[in-house]
């Protein structure tokens, strides 16, 4: 199941990945921070030298599709619907490399940045929409 919900009105040009839904689940903020520790060392990039993550390189200098994924804020930053599927190509040839836990995440991450593309709509990460009971 791909974890991404529709937008509602005022989101319409938002597809929102849902950070606590689906089978892989990315239940907190801290746990998506270590996801894209992970990511960035599959891709050879050392976050710490990021800007927005201690370091001061530029995040335009990043030669890797990956590399607007990484530098997306979350709970509310947005990549842009012509960024998605390069970012979810590049995604998909680092699974290999993922641990399975990470590797289930990757593929619904994926999953939702190619919808996101597919329907022309910027992707989103929210807080998990889940109720608890």
Known sequence: MVAVRP??????????FDLGSGGAELP???????????????AGIELERMEGF??????WSVR???GPLLEL????????H??????????????????E??????VELANGLMLAARERRRFGFRPSLKQKS
């Open 28 to 42: 907190t903020h801290t746990r998506f921070h270590g996801f894209r520790v992970v990511l960035a060392r599959a």
């Open 73 to 80: 804020a979350e709970p509310d930053g947005e990549l842009e």
């Open 7 to 16: 937008a509602s009105p005022c989101e319409k040009r938002t597809r929102i």
């Open 82 to 99: 012509l960024l998605c599927a390069s970012a979810a190509r590049r995604l998909r040839e680092l699974i290999p490399v993922l641990s």
């Open 64 to 66: 890797d599709a990956i």
């Open 54 to 59: 201690g370091g001061t390189q530029r995040w």
């Open 101 to 106: 836990w990470d590797h289930a995440s990757a």
